[in-house]
T-cell receptor, first 117, second 114 residues
Framework: ETGVTQTPRHLVMGMTNKKSLKCEQHLGHNAMYWYKQSAKKPLELMFVYNFKEQTENNSVPSRFSPECPNSSHLFLHLHTLQPEDSALYLC????????????????FGPGTRLTVL | AQSVTQLGSHVSVSEGALVLLRCNYSSSVPPYLFWYVQYPNQGLQLLLKYTSAATLVKGINGFEAEFKKSETSFHLTKPSAHMSDAAEYFCAVSVSGSARQLTFGSGTQLTVLP
């Protein structure tokens, strides 16, 4: 399997449930990202991991908890979500290191469509 | 801080007609610029990127974009639209030294009419 994969592709959960989203990249990259894509809004960067260390947390509520056990895998643990959290959650990866002047193109997975009831 | 503005949330063209999707950026330092495409129920796919080399950038599927510093623009064009080009297109900017972060525009939905 190549590229960036995400599971599940669709998820429906109640506000009291706990679930996890999984992302796996097969590109040999060292940086991974979670984005939220809501209808009629720009993509929102949620978290950035570089070499398994979290480097960015863009004021994301604590009901979203990321985990990066290694450079190939990224999880987003969800608990006590709200209906407004319903969105497409996209994972991306890039080479990482972020050396000044590099472009570090991000490659995206297909996303998980989350619906919170 | 950087930002991106995409003019026109919806653009319709006839099959075979020119495609022009507009993107203007704001950045205090030399930017890197990207165009991504998103087909229904899929993630984002990189079309092309500008990295301070040639100002005219050619991408996949016949698309190209021209970086114009004086106009702070990076418009996406394709000479002849195909039905398969119908999708949502996103312009994004990244600044030197923080290459891990992309700021995205709101997107433009392209409809291709038969």
């Amino acid at each position: 399997e190549t590229g960036v994969t995400q599971t599940p592709r669709h998820l429906v959960m109640g506000m009291t449930n706990k679930k996890s989203l999984k992302c796996e990249q097969h590109l040999g990259h060292n940086a991974m990202y979670w984005y939220k894509q809501s209808a009629k809004k720009p993509l929102e960067l949620m978290f950035v991991y570089n070499f398994k260390e979290q480097t960015e947390n863009n004021s994301v509520p604590s009901r979203f908890s990321p985990e990066c056990p290694n450079s190939s895998h990224l999880f987003l643990h969800l608990h006590t979500l709200q209906p407004e959290d319903s969105a497409l959650y996209l994972c991306a990866s890039s080479r990482g290191s972020g050396t000044s002047g590099t472009t570090d193109t991000q490659y995206f997975g297909p996303g998980t469509r989350l619906t919170v009831l | 801080a950087q930002s991106v503005t995409q003019l026109g949330s919806h653009v319709s063209v006839s099959e075979g007609a020119l495609v022009l999707l507009r993107c203007n950026y704001s950045s205090s330092v030399p930017p890197y610029l990207f165009w991504y495409v998103q087909y229904p129920n899929q993630g984002l796919q990189l079309l092309l990127k500008y990295t301070s080399a040639a100002t005219l950038v050619k991408g996949i599927n016949g698309f190209e974009a021209e970086f114009k510093k004086s106009e702070t623009s990076f418009h996406l064009t394709k000479p002849s639209a195909h039905m398969s080009d119908a999708a949502e297109y996103f312009c994004a900017v990244s600044v030197s030294g923080s290459a891990r972060q992309l700021t995205f525009g709101s997107g433009t939905q392209l409809t291709v009419l038969p």
